[in-house]
């Protein structure tokens, strides 16, 4: 996988967004997927998406990120980066979810008030790592 060089694509149905190699903050607005519309910053020390003008990811530094799908139960992306990653999502507030890094399940995390959720990625150059936080129904 590779860095998305025209910061945000769709790929079959889904979206891939992010360029950790660009030195300068650059942003693409007015992205239309599926009848939302998305806005993209990017460059080496933070990616952020929002969707309608609302949250949706964020990581710190920055990161590349190809077969986002977000669903009512949470969502699934691979992720590359240079180094580990900071990631913030925005989902359901105060709601209970899984992690699993590369299918591997890390633990289970509770959203804040907000509905924001962080988790920590060991990143490496060229090795992307698959993410999942799904509602976690017990």
């Known amino acids: 996988m590779a860095v998305i060089n025209d910061l945000i694509n769709v790929n079959s149905d889904a979206l891939e967004f992010g360029n950790y190699e660009l030195t300068s903050k650059t942003k693409k607005d007015g992205f239309e997927f599926k009848g939302d519309i998305y806005k993209i910053k990017t460059f080496n020390e933070i990616t952020k998406l929002e969707k309608n003008g609302m949250f949706v990811y964020e990581s710190v530094p920055g990161t590349a990120v190809h077969e986002f799908l977000s669903t009512e139960n949470g969502v699934l992306f691979n992720v590359e980066g240079t180094e580990t990653s900071s990631i913030t ?28 959720i962080n988790i920590s990625v060991d990143l490496e150059p060229e090795k992307s790592v698959k993410v999942e936080v799904i509602k976690a129904i017990d």
């Open 89 to 116: 999502l925005e989902l359901e507030p105060e709601t209970d979810y899984k992690v699993h890094i590369d299918d591997i399940y890390v633990g289970k995390n509770r959203t804040n008030l907000g509905g924001k």
